[in-house]
T-cell receptor, first 108, second 111 residues
């Protein structure tokens, strides 16, 4: 079943922070995060494999709450290059499905 | 290092014509392979996935089919395209439940 992402879209000014949430009605064993620029293929950002795990990549980090079946992606001090659509993905039975995506636009 | 090739990059086909999109992966063995479709401004819809040669799981019943004739080759086909088949088709591979890597995609327009 497809995970649910929120918000659907967010507009930021450079330097502002954002949080994107991903939740599932099914038990989550891992959560993937990807970013897609317009007209391009999605690019892997990070994967969280354990409940309570947190990871960071430059100023982008994520957390995974296994009990609540949700994950959040944190973008701090956003840059213009952060603009794009962010997808969370979940794996069940070798099947990788994605949420509907969150459109992030960073303005100067 | 692993690479994934997907072609063609763009395709314009008339309604009712056949389709064949090919995806190959290099540098890994026994990958999980996926086909996704993305309508304009929309999310990634899983169409098919495969965990091994000849093993295809279909997610969306429609006029598309997939085949995996070799370990690192994944083919998406249709006998007769519909207007609704237009979209951005993405092939991806992963090693089990771990991160997926996408090909550059094929932008299909059915006219």
């Amino acid at each position: 079943q497809q995970p649910v992402q929120s918000p659907q879209a967010v507009i930021l000014r450079e330097g502002e922070d954002a949080v994107i949430n991903c939740s599932s009605s099914k038990a989550l064993y891992s959560v993937h995060w990807y970013r897609q620029k317009h007209g391009e293929a999605p690019v892997f950002l990070m994967i969280l494999l354990k409940g309570g795990e947190q990871k960071g990549h430059e100023k982008i980090s994520a957390s995974f709450n296994e009990k609540k079946q949700q994950s959040s992606l944190y973008l701090t001090a956003s840059q213009l290059s952060y603009s794009g659509t962010y997808f969370c993905g979940t794996v069940g039975g070798n099947k990788l499905v994605f949420g509907a995506g969150t459109i992030l636009r960073v303005k100067s | 290092s692993q690479t994934i090739h997907q072609w063609p990059a763009t395709l314009v086909q008339p309604v009712g014509s056949p389709l064949s999109l090919e995806c190959t992966v290099e540098g890994t063995s026994n990958p999980n392979l996926y086909w996704y479709r993305q309508a304009a401004g929309r999310g990634l819809q899983l169409l098919f996935y495969s965990v091994g040669i000849g093993q295809i799981s279909s997610e969306v019943p429609q006029n598309l089919s997939a085949s995996r004739p070799q370990d690192r080759q994944f083919i998406l086909s249709s006998k007769k395209l519909l207007l609704s088949d237009s979209g951005f088709y993405l092939c991806a591979w992963s090693s089990g439940p771990f991160e997926a890597f996408f090909g550059q995609g094929t932008r299909l327009t059915v006219v």
